[in-house]
């Protein structure tokens, strides 16, 4: 028998990377991208954030976590632009991810913690888009290894 310490180390299988997002310059919309380089200095290239804080070069959100913030606002769907994040991953348990690396692509990415709501959630979601996303908010991560990521692309937990 398993104990807790060693389940954390278990996923069933890895995830996918269904949308990728990057703010070109601060307080423009978010542009839609089929790819993205990444640099272990820089982060995201062409993102407005590059080159900025290496705990937070890449924020990640759950896929499955979408109809939630949208239920909670009262929409049908929810367009991931809204959220400000860079990628939708779906089909693994991202909050479980704490203290883990993850290989997207060429890419390395080590998990730095939650990616909490900001104040902007309001403005693109509606009065209480911000407490409608606490808990749904994603994860940040740090560039371990640049390269290319690609929607489509296996999110694999590496042990």
Same mark, same amino acid.
């Given at each position: 028998?398993?104990?807790?310490?060693?389940?954390?180390?278990?996923?069933?299988?890895?995830?996918?990377?269904?949308? *990728?997002?990057?703010?070109?310059?601060?307080?423009?919309?978010?542009?839609?991208?089929?790819?993205?380089?990444?640099?272990?200095?820089?982060?995201?290239?062409?993102?407005?954030?590059?080159?900025?804080?290496?705990?937070?070069?890449?924020?990640?959100?759950?896929?499955?976590?979408?109809?939630?913030?949208?239920? $909670?606002?009262?929409?049908?769907?929810?367009?991931?632009?809204?959220?400000?994040?860079? *990628?939708?991953?779906?089909?693994?348990?991202?909050?479980? $991810?704490?203290?883990?690396?993850?290989?997207?692509?060429?890419?390395?990415?080590?998990?730095?913690?939650?990616?909490?709501?900001?104040?902007?959630?309001?403005?693109?979601?509606?009065?209480?888009?911000?407490?409608?996303?606490?808990?749904?908010?994603?994860?940040?991560?740090?560039? *371990?290894?640049?390269?290319?990521?690609?929607?489509?692309?296996?999110?694999?937990?590496?042990?």
């Amino acid at each position: 028998m398993q104990n807790i310490k060693d389940l954390f180390d278990v996923f069933p299988r890895p995830g996918r990377v269904e949308w *990728i997002g990057i703010r070109l310059e601060r307080r423009e919309p978010v542009q839609v991208v089929d790819s993205i380089d990444v640099s272990e200095k820089k982060g995201i290239l062409g993102d407005h954030y590059s080159g900025q804080s290496g705990n937070r070069h890449v924020t990640l959100i759950q896929a499955e976590h979408l109809p939630v913030v949208a239920a $909670l606002t009262g929409r049908d769907t929810l367009d991931p632009a809204l959220l400000r994040r860079n *990628i939708v991953v779906s089909g693994l348990n991202l909050l479980a $991810l704490k203290e883990h690396q993850l290989q997207i692509g060429d890419v390395i990415l080590k998990v730095t913690g939650q990616c909490h709501p900001c104040s902007k959630m309001e403005t693109a979601l509606g009065p209480g888009g911000y407490n409608a996303m606490r808990g749904h908010g994603g994860l940040t991560a740090k560039v *371990i290894r640049g390269g290319k990521m690609q929607v489509g692309d296996a999110v694999v937990v590496n042990q």
